[in-house]
């Protein structure tokens, strides 16, 4: 008996074998090397990177969310599928933790169809939040936020960025806006005009939002290193003045910034600078088409 039921076992298993060979064949048949479209009819799309976008005052310049004091903040979170295409939104899950760190200066007030809503305290300061993926932890997402004067409206370029030529106001105001952010800055750095051709490519970049990185590349340039070598602290800082504020260093200034530019922290006074007051004010003088650089 229990050799009749062996005998029934090998047949069955046999016969499992002879049909999966001659269904092979038709598989291939259907299925092409290198045509996907039968995986199409199934797979569902799944998040495989992800976007955030600060609405309003503030930018996400890198892993650094620069929010100003005393404000409502709203981050739109969105994310892309394996393909590139938009994730479906109303699928979409996040996470946004913020740390011990940041309790007094942030606060989460909610999530609302992939948007969350921060509320700034009336001071400058700097925490860490974590921003993730359920499910999938190489999306997680250390981000540093610096809430303060660095968070002002410097970040947040005109859209439809032009190749300027020169100066001059064009009928959306975009090409003087970005001319003087990159103008101001090379200015401030290098201490001389710049040319056309290097305002045209360095506007574009600030109308992308990457001021801190048209900062650091002109920092790392030959021509500072070589500049900073022959020039006291006193008068880089003076430059920096010169350059972004159209005058010369104040007593505040000096006291509050002399330390960072002797210990070469030289973007940060000037990422600083960019965000006062008072810069603010030359750049919304320009935007009206009151005056130039100079």
């Known amino acids: ?20 060979i001659v269904a092979a ?16 009819q199934w ?12 609405l309003g005052r503030g930018s996400l310049d890198g892993e650094t969310l620069y929010l100003p004091p005393g404000e409502r903040i709203s981050i739109e979170a969105s994310a892309v599928d394996q393909d590139g295409r938009p994730f479906p939104q109303e699928r979409f899950r996040f996470g ?4 011990s760190s940041c309790r007094g200066l942030v606060q989460l007030e909610d999530f609302e169809h992939g948007t969350i809503h921060l509320r700034t305290a009336d001071r400058t300061g700097t925490c860490n939040v974590l921003f993730w993926v359920p499910n999938n932890m190489n999306l ?12 002002g409206a410097y970040l947040q370029p005109k859209p439809g960025v032009r190749p300027p030529g020169a100066y001059g106001r064009g009928d959306d105001g975009v090409d003087s806006h970005n001319v003087f952010v990159a103008t101001s800055v090379f200015e401030a750095i290098l201490g001389r005009e710049a040319d056309n051709r290097w305002l045209s490519e360095a ?13 650091r590349s002109l920092l790392d340039s030959p021509e ?18 010169r350059g972004l504020l159209g005058r ?10 002399i330390g960072d530019v002797r210990n070469g922290h030289y973007e940060g006074v000037i990422v600083d600078i960019l965000g006062s007051e008072e810069y603010r004010q030359r750049l919304a003088v320009n935007d009206r088409g009151g005056a130039r650089h100079r």
């Open 25 to 40: 064949p038709a598989v291939h048949a259907q299925h092409r090397p290198g045509d996907r479209s039968h995986w199409n």
């Open 248 to 257: 010369d260093v104040d007593p505040s200034g000096q006291r509050n910034y």
């Open 1 to 20: 008996m229990d050799r009749h039921r062996l005998s029934l076992a090998v047949l069955f298993a046999l016969c499992a074998i002879v049909l999966v």
């Open 43 to 54: 797979s569902q799309p799944m998040v495989a990177d992800t976007v955030l976008n600060v």
């Open 140 to 151: 997680d997402r250390p981000l540093q936020i610096e809430v303060g004067r660095r968070g």
């Open 203 to 215: 506007s574009a970049e600030v109308g992308r939002g990457h001021t801190r990185d048209l900062i």
């Open 224 to 241: 500072f290193r070589e500049r900073r070598s022959r020039l006291s602290p006193d008068q880089l800082l003076e430059s920096f003045y």
């Open 96 to 99: 946004f933790d913020l740390d």
